[in-house]
């Protein structure tokens, strides 16, 4: 379904959980715990931003709250999109 839109729609949760039995809630949680999973639409510049321990103790909140500042201007709300990630892969 995310491969069609691009994300996991509110109606397509609902698809999925009443295709499996389960509440809408319980669909959306293991969808949001997952980073493969997308819950809104994406721009098309997507930023991944690491959100676990260390790097909170490497100043990722600063970077968080100067980010939402970005992405809260309607110039730049279609173009970027912000992910967040318990680690990134190094290439």
Known sequence: MQAEVGYLSPDAIDYVA???GVSSG???EVASFYTMFRLSKKGTYVLQVCHNLS???RGSDDLLAKLKGILGNPVWAKQLSMHLSRYIPLE
């Open 26 to 28: 319980r669909v959306r």
């Open 18 to 20: 009443t295709r499996m």
């Open 55 to 57: 790097c909170y103790l």
